[in-house]
């Protein structure tokens, strides 16, 4: 009899606690699927495609469609940094044709997502046209300084040959460093204001992430990137000191951070 009051006591046990396991998984899932749906990077820069977001014991499943193959990467980095994910498994596919590599239209690509990222330069007021490897800039900047960026900027994405700047700089427009948040962007929707709003941890990550990407100069480095509270520390390897301290420029400029700690070590 006692034993059996025992057996039955440890399956009642058990029961609850696989309950129990189940019932924090099932919450785990639900804030994944909706934490992401929040995230700046969704509300912004993926705020026109259409995405499906499934968690299941901590394994997502992106499907859908969106406008650019750069949507697709940005999606998995932003769903990946969030807390309680294991593993993306991204299946998003990609609206109409997919340029291809190193052509006109996949250069236009390329540095309007490079530009979009940096918060010093004004990708809205920028206007990117290519042909056999030179890109042509033309718009309005609102400093020399912000001039001069866009065009390093435009000269460090892979597959770029050869800039010409033809922006119009018009002093006292705007604040350069303010410019980037709270414009519209083609093709992205409208982005959010900077005043009390804050960049989510996980967008930032996935924001210098593509950032060290898609510039040619970092786009090899082994970069570990982790955000709180704004902060980006970076880890992995680098081959030289100036190549650390451009990875430290480039994503000091990126949307949302507030200080880089880089401890990359030189090998």
Known sequence: ??????????????????INVNLFASDTDDRI???????????????????????????????????????????????????????????LGVKGEVPAKDSDAWLITKVKSTLMFHRNVSVTETKVFAKDGTVTLRGEATTVAQKDLTTEYAKDVEGVKNVKNEMTVLPGKINPGKAAVGDKIDGMGEKMSAIGESIDDASITALVKMTLLYHRSTSALKTTVETKDGVVTLGGKTGSAA?????????SDVHGVKTVVNNMAIK
Request: aromatic content about 4%; overall charge positive; charged content about 25%.
């Open 1 to 18: 009899m006692k034993k059996s009051l025992f057996c039955l006591s440890l399956v009642t046990v058990a029961s609850l606690l696989l």
């Open 33 to 91: 699927e909706s934490s992401a749906k929040k995230t700046y990077v969704f509300k912004t820069y993926l705020k026109g495609d259409d995405i499906k977001i499934k968690s299941t014991d901590g394994v997502v499943a992106l499907t859908g469609t969106v406008a650019e193959e750069s949507h697709k990467s940005l999606a998995k980095e932003t769903v990946v940094s969030l807390p309680g994910v294991k593993s993306v498994d991204n299946k």
């Open 243 to 251: 190549e650390k301290n451009l990875a430290t420029k480039l994503v």
